[in-house]
Structures are given as C-alpha cells and as structure tokens.
C-alpha cells in the first residue's frame, strides 16, 4: 500500500517537475474535444467563402510554422515588445498571411472545450482542410502537439527557413532531415499547386545571371509582369500554376513544359534524381496525393513538443 502512494507521488512529482515526450495519436481528442475537427472544418469553410485564397495562405502558414523549431504554433506569436523582433520579423515570412484566422478558430475551439487542444493541432487540422476543400486529398493527421512556450527571433526564421531562390540538393536535404524520401519530398513541392508568388520573390532568379535555364516564351512572360525595378514588386504577383484555386497535379505537368515559376520549380524536372517523380505525379493524380499525404504526416509531425512540454495556449497569438 505504501509503495503504491510512493509510485503515485512519485509519478505526480516527476510529471511536474520533468518535461516529458508523449506521442502522437489519432484519436487523440476522443474523450477531451471530439468536436475539434468538425469545428475547424466548418470555420474554415466559411472563412474561405469570403475570400477564396484562405487555403494557400493557410498551407504556407502551417510549412513556416514547422520549419521554425517545430510545428509548434510559434509563427502565429505577436512580438512581445516593440524592440522584439519576432518570427514573422523575418524577410522570409513577406507574403505569410492568415495568422489571425487561426485564432479565430481557436477562439470557436474554446468555447466548447477550454484548454484542450493547442494552436499547432489546430493550425495542422486547418492546413489538411485546406488541401482537403481545394480538392486534394483528406489526409488523417495524427494529433498530440504542444505550443511552444517561448517565442523564436527572426534569426531563428532567417536560418530555418528556405530562401526563394534555393536549389535542389539543399531542398532534398532539408526535407531528408524530416525523414522525407526523394518521391515525398518532390510530392510536398506540390503544394504549389495552390497560391501565388509575389514579383518580389523572382527578381534574383530574372534578373541576375543564369542560376537556372527558363523557357524563353516563359521567361518573357515572367519578364513583362514583373519588369525589373518595379515599384510594385511586393504587390504583384503570379499564380503557381493556371489553377491556382484548385489542389492538383498541374503544378507537375507546368514544371514539365518549363512552366516552374520557382528555381526549385524549374530543376526538378531536369535532375535524374527528381525528373521521374515529377513526370509520375503529372501523369497521375491518385500517385500524387498518395506520396503528398505520407509527406505532409511527415511534415508536421516532425520533432514536435508533446506529453508536458510546451504548453496549450488560450490565445494563440500570445504566450500568456
Ligand atoms: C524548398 C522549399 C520551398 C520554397 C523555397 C518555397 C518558396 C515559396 C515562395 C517564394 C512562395 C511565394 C511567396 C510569396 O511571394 O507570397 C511560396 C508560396 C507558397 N508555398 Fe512554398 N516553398 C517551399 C516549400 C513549401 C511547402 C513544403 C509548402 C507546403 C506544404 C509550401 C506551400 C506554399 C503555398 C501554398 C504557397 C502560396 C501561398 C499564398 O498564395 O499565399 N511551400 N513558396
């Protein structure tokens, strides 16, 4: 009897004391908010109808949130202070939107299950809505992850995140460190098949000597909407793939015909390790949701806080 108290104690001491990795699961919220994924479903839904360019904002969001520590809802901190710069302070963050939205639903999450489920859960069941309500495939996401306690700086975002202009080894390699496979990680690249890139982001890959080859009639095209030394290359921009609303394998059959908009975009359908992956997804739809579903799992459950580390927060734009 004594010994068994002493466990008990010992067990409650050591809980509070230690953090402690737990694991992630699906079924997760089964008993403490089994509503979570009906309301994000719903609230996005809605969200989206106001303004139809949510999900590509909101799977952009759900990468830089994982590139940076871990998928741990850190993105969506406001600086604390006006010397702070914050995450978001980084210039690789220029185009992220959407932050609020997923407040927004947290606040909803709130409301029927208080201090249950964390920022980067929602923000992760936010993203495969997003891909799932643009058409792509509804991928089941194991659930478990904490927020982190402590706010990165923008040198943190600035080494984490990839530039514009990056190549092919250094992607394969930063999507190897998430235990990604050649296939998977040209399958993730596929959510460019959502969303749009600002002018801004190609100037160095138009204007500066060859990094790349371009399509000549593409390159003109490039060329003539985003001139060189625009005023308004933060604000114009050019669409990922002709259906930019939509989640499918066009981004793939674009890439094949020179039609990358990205550096990365572009070499893939050039390098032996890259090209067959790209010319199987452009082929075939079902090949490239499947590969794309086991790489975004992979994606966002990367060396994610969970048991008692981090903490859920209430507010998902501040710590406390
Ligand atoms: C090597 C890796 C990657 C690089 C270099 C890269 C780079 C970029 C750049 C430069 C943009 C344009 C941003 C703008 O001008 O507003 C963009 C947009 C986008 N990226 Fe990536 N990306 C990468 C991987 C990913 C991954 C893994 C995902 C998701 C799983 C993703 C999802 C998106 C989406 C959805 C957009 C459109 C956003 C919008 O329209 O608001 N990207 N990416």
């Given at each position: ?31 403490s908010?089994p509503?979570?994924?009906?309301i ?6 809605s ?6 360019t ?10 830089h949130?994982?590139q940076v520590?871990?998928?741990d ?8 202070s ?9 210039g690789?963050?220029?185009g ?11 606040t ?50 600035d ?7 990056i ?9 190897a ?23 801004f ?22 060329k ?9 290359s933060?604000?114009s921009?050019i669409v ?10 066009q981004?793939?059959v ?12 572009a070499?893939?359908?050039l ?7 790209i ?11 499947q ?24 507010n ?5």
């Amino acid at each position: 009897m004594h010994l068994k108290i002493f466990a008990v104690l010992f067990s409650l001491i050591f809980r509070s004391t230690f953090a402690y990795a737990g694991s992630l699961s699906f079924n997760f919220y089964e008993q403490s908010c089994p509503l979570v994924e009906h309301i994000v479903r719903t609230s996005l839904r809605s969200i989206s109808l106001t303004d139809p360019t949510t999900p590509a904002a909101i799977l952009r969001l759900l990468f830089h949130d994982c590139q940076v520590q871990a998928c741990d809802a850190s993105i969506l901190l406001d600086p604390e202070s006006d010397m702070f710069q914050s995450e978001m302070s980084s210039g690789k963050n220029f185009g992220i939107r959407k932050r609020e939205t997923i407040n927004l639903i947290k606040t909803e999450v709130e409301v029927v299950c208080p201090q249950q489920v964390s920022c980067a859960d929602i923000l992760v069941l936010a993203a495969r809505e997003a891909i799932a309500m643009s058409g792509g495939p509804m991928i089941d996401v194991p659930l478990g992850r904490r927020d982190s306690s402590t706010s990165p700086n923008f040198r943190q975002a600035d080494a984490s995140l990839p530039a514009a202009n990056i190549g092919l080894d250094d992607t394969l390699q930063l999507f190897a460190k998430k235990g990604m496979t050649v296939g998977e990680s040209v399958a993730i690249l596929g959510a460019h098949t959502l969303g749009v890139t600002h002018c801004f982001n190609i100037e160095s890959r138009l204007y500066k000597p060859e990094v790349d080859k371009i399509d000549p009639q593409f390159e003109f095209f490039l060329k003539m909407n985003c001139p060189l030394g625009s005023f308004t290359s933060n604000t114009s921009f050019i669409v990922n793939d002709p259906t930019t609303l939509s989640f499918d394998n066009q981004y793939f059959v674009n890439s094949l015909n020179g039609h990358g908009v990205l550096r990365i975009d572009a070499e893939m359908p050039l390098d032996p390790r890259t090209a067959p992956f790209i010319q199987k997804f452009a082929y075939d739809e079902e090949v490239f949701f499947q590969a794309f579903s086991s790489a975004f799992v992979k994606l966002s459950s990367s060396n994610v806080l969970t048991g008692n580390q981090g903490v859920i927060r209430t507010n998902c734009n501040r710590l406390y």
